[in-house]
């Protein structure tokens, strides 16, 4: 993701993940879900931590997806 108008904006586990992820559609935004160890596991290869993904979204959206990732991590009680 380097070089583009996108930036990370979480990096946790998938139910987290997913919930940020219906979150942010809800309000018209479309994040983009990253996962090593599944691409690793997929060609073959292991990963240094399994099971943590990565939520990008465009720069645009940055202002409004922050808060759906606050009000998310509050809900879920993670740091």
């Known amino acids: 993701m380097n070089d583009t108008n ?3 904006i ?3 586990n ?3 993940v997913q919930q940020i ?3 942010l559609e809800k309000i018209g935004i479309n994040p983009i879900i990253k996962d090593e160890s ?3 596991r997929l060609a073959g290869f292991g990963s ?3 099971g943590q993904q990565e939520v990008f979204v ?3 959206e940055l202002d409004d997806a922050i ?3 606050e009000e998310v991590r509050l809900a879920m009680g993670t740091n």
Do not use: D
Request: no cysteine.
């Open 58 to 60: 465009h720069q645009n």
């Open 21 to 23: 992820f219906q979150r």
């Open 67 to 69: 808060p759906i990732i």
């Open 6 to 8: 996108y930036t990370k």
């Open 14 to 16: 998938f139910i987290i």
């Open 10 to 12: 979480y990096t946790g």
């Open 38 to 40: 599944e691409s690793g």
């Open 48 to 50: 240094s931590i399994p």
